[in-house]
Structure formats: structure tokens, C-alpha cells
């Protein structure tokens, strides 16, 4: 299988692997060749890997494996469904991203050392956990109100955090400032990090035998999820695989819905703070802002907005129903009720809430 690595607007080619960035200063992208097989997954590996042959870059004696991946998928009513992505070795969906990264990474630089990366809490614990397991050092730029528990869970995977007073772009600009010592490997600009979320789409097929959802809601912030879930889908669309495609809901908080107004024709003037009980969903100029609305135009998708009371409520009732996870992870879901509160939803529209980050990092009530 072959690929390519190109600049998400002028199409320029990377030129050599340590390059994060396009000298027009656009992200990345990772541009596959080849067809996506049934007859190509390893059916025997229970984690992300039993798709490794759909991830040309990575050498197999360099996969860097906490067994993230294969999470369940849980049918709670007559037509809902939810994927426990917190239910993965650091918490958070972030691991699909990490694990294929660090091994992409280890697979074509010979002499890494050192690496540097920015995050709201769960992409820096992620890959603080990958980092110690490939036994790589890695500072993490964390925003100063970062939870404790995140703080801690990153600190004793035995990375250096520096906390950063400012905006959540001001956080990246710090973690690349160093990036002369420290290689940079911002999860919201490397094209490997959300090339990994490539994954979550196929398990999601895979484990409803190739007969897909109508709908799908999931969390919004830097972009990795979506862009990473929808490549995925198109990646078996184009292969014949499945037939159609689900309508993917970006779900965002009012106060950071820069795709949200985008894609709505909306102006956005972020606040000059952001106060939220989701703190996982804090990007308000996210890099990956063009490619997102595009995409989501291109394979007709949709967004929605929640406020801090539709969040509360929506985590309390997915706890009240044994599912703790984070108030990030539960926008998702609240944007789905509001939906199904407007009659947006057709009765018979088989629908699936991607669950994120687990509950026990951040407190709602
Ligand atoms: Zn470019």
C-alpha cells in the first residue's frame, strides 16, 4: 500500500518527516492509494492494529501498543447506540491518534529523542502514556486551569508539563517556541495523529457488519476526531465497502462553535474567555477549521450548539444511566437530545453518540 503526505491547501508535498507544518503554513494530510479490503484485517488482533495494513507508514516492529481500540459498542434503546471510546487505556479517544504517531514517527525518524506536544489534558496524558511506553522523552504545554487529575495522570507517566497562562493558541505557540531541541508533534496540526481516528470508523462498521448508522453525533474541538471518524467513512465508501453515509452531527458548546458558525454562515467572535464545564472543547481557532467545513460539506454533514445547562444535564443523565464520562464527551449526546427535543430525528434513523473521555479527570456537579 502505498501514500502520500501533502499540504491540506497548496498540495506541496512534505519534504522530509520532521516538517509539522507547510511553508504556507497549512496542516498536513495523509492521501492513501489503496482500497480499503475486508480480506486486510487482522482478525486475530483485538486493538487498532488489526487494521495496520491500511497504515502504509508504520513498520510493524515499531508499533508502539497499549491495546487501545475494539471498545464497545452498546445498544441502550431502540434505535441509540453509544461507543464507550473512554473505555481505552488513557481514558480518552485520543489513544487511536497517539498510538498511531508515535509509531509512524518511530517507523520513519531513526534518531528521535526528545518530542513536544500541546493539549487541553487528554492528547498530552495520551501521548505522555505512548511516550513512556516507546521510552521517549516529552514535554506537554498544558493551559494553566487543566484539571488536576489530568495534570497528575501526565505527571506520572513521567513527562515534563509546563503550564501556559493564556488561550489555548497561545498554549501551541509556546510548545512550538521549543521546538528546536524538542521535535513538535502537535496532535491538532501531525496528519498521523487523526490519521489514527481513521480507525474508529472502520470498527464501527466492522462491528455492525458493514451496515452503518444514519446518524452519528461527536464532539468538536481541534478537529482530529472528526476529520480523522469522516476520512475513515469515505476511505470505505470509495472502496465499496459500505453504501452510504452516515449524517455526522459536529457538536460543539456556544461559547467554542467556530465550525458550528462556520458551516452556518454565522460570524464567530470567540470570548475573551472561555468559562465551560467542557473543558476538552476550549480550541476556538482551530488549524484544522477549513478542512473540517469542508469535508463536512462535501459528505453533507451537520452541526449544533449546546450551552452549559444542556452539558450538566446531559452528563448527569448518561451517569444516572451508568455511563460517567466527561462533560466534553456528553456535548455529543446533548446536541443529539436537542435534536430529538426538535423532532430532528426521524423515528426509524438508527443513531450512534461517540462517548470520549471518561468521567473521573473532570467534575460537573
Ligand atoms: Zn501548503
Redesign the pocket.
Known amino acids: 500500500m502505498s501514500f502520500k503526505v501533502v ?6 508535498p512534505r519534504k522530509n518527516e520532521m516538517e509539522w507544518k ?5 496542516p498536513f494530510k495523509v492521501v492513501l492509494y489503496d482500497k480499503f479490503k475486508k480480506d486486510k484485517i487482522i482478525k486475530s488482533i483485538y486493538s487498532i492494529w488489526r487494521y495496520r495494513n491500511f497504515y502504509p507508514y508504520v513498520k510493524k516492529e515499531k508499533i508502539v501498543s497499549l491495546g487501545e481500540g475494539w471498545t464497545p459498542l452498546v445498544k441502550v434503546k431502540n434505535n441509540l447506540w453509544l461507543k464507550l471510546e473512554y473505555l481505552m487505556p488513557t481514558g480518552s479517544f485520543k489513544d487511536r491518534g497517539s498510538s498511531v504517531l508515535i509509531s509512524g514517527l518511530l517507523s520513519e525518524l531513526s534518531n528521535v529523542k526528545s518530542f513536544s506536544e500541546d493539549s487541553s489534558g487528554n492528547a498530552g496524558a495520551s501521548m505522555a502514556a505512548y511516550c513512556a511506553k516507546a521510552g521517549v522523552k516529552i514535554r506537554v504545554f498544558v493551559p494553566e486551569k487543566t484539571s488536576g487529575p489530568k495534570i497528575l495522570q501526565i505527571a506520572s507517566y513521567g513527562a515534563q508539563i509546563f503550564k501556559v497562562n493564556g488561550s489555548r493558541e497561545e498554549v501551541s505557540a509556546k510548545a512550538q517556541e521549543m521546538s528546536k531541541e524538542y521535535t513538535y508533534i502537535g496532535h491538532a496540526w501531525h496528519p498521523y495523529f487523526r490519521d489514527g481516528i481513521r480507525t474508529l470508523a472502520y470498527e464501527v462498521a466492522e462491528q455492525t457488519n458493514w451496515k452503518l448508522f444514519e446518524r452519528v453525533y461527536l464532539p468538536v474541538s481541534s478537529g482530529t476526531l472528526l476529520l480523522g471518524f469522516m476520512e475513515g467513512l469515505r476511505h470505505m465508501c470509495i472502496s465499496n465497502v459500505i453504501n452510504s453515509i452516515p449524517k455526522v452531527v459536529a457538536s460543539q458548546t456556544t461559547q467554542v462553535s467556530p465550525v458550528y458558525r462556520k458551516l452556518k454562515n454565522l460570524h464567530y467572535s470567540p470570548p475573551s474567555e472561555v468559562k465551560t464545564v467542557a473543558d476538552a472543547l476550549v480550541n476556538s481557532n482551530p488549524p484544522l477549521l477549513e478542512e473540517m467545513t469542508k469535508i463536512m460539506k462535501e459528505m453533507d454533514g451537520d452541526a449544533e450548539v449546546v450551552n452549559e445547562e444542556e452539558i450538566i444535564k446531559a452528563s448527569i443523565l448518561l451517569a444516572r444511566n451508568g455511563f460517567y464520562v466527561e462533560p466534553s464527551a456528553a456535548v455529543a449526546f446533548a446536541a443529539y437530545l436537542k435534536h430529538l427535543n426538535e423532532n430532528l430525528i426521524k423515528k426509524d434513523e438508527k443513531t450512534l453518540i461517540i462517548l470520549t473521555g471518561i468521567g473521573l479527570k473532570t467534575h460537573f456537579t
Do not use: E, F, S, Y
Open positions: 499540504c491540506t491547501k497548496c498540495n506541496n507547510c511553508n504556507c503554513g497549512a
